[in-house]
């Protein structure tokens, strides 16, 4: 069965039993990792065991795809970041980039972190949610600066350090490009946007 979160098309999904050794410790990081643990938003395999999402592709270049997996793992949930505050940036990650998956995937998950249908809708549309605490509005607020401009001006910067502190806007930096390099891989193999 296809699954519409990853159009098959352009990468053909690998099961388990096609994967060579450095594949095969990719997708138990994938699929027996963090990711794994708890309550699933989204499945990390089809009806056939083979990856979905993004993941798939990180078997290509097992060394590559190790550490693009084990660094999502770390922005997922070795960060300060509230749980909020992470969701509300991957999303809007995921709308400038028109991500389905991430989108989907991450609504799901916000969902499951307190994220209401009124805030979900904000963020695709562009728009602040009003119930937004300090943190979770410097989270997006700073993630639609680096999106659109690149980086941050002073004031900016300073507003983002003030609300996450330095370490919370290094680790909201690289969750930026994380998950623009997840949008990009999945424009490229999925044929998304």
Known sequence: MDNPLWPAGRLRRLSP?????DQRAVYRAVTGGRRAAGPQAFALVDDQGRLTGPFNAMLLSPPVGAALQSLGEAVRYETTLSDRARELAILVVAAHWGSTFEREAHEAVGRRAGLTDDELGAVR???EPHSLSTDELAALRTTRALLTGGGLEDAH???????????????????VGYYGTLALQLRVFAGEG
């Open 125 to 127: 549309t562009g728009t």
């Open 17 to 21: 039993a096609e994967l060579d050794d």
């Open 157 to 175: 910067y300073d507003a983002a350090v003030a609300a996450l502190g330095e370490r919370g806007l290094f680790e909201l930096t690289t969750l």
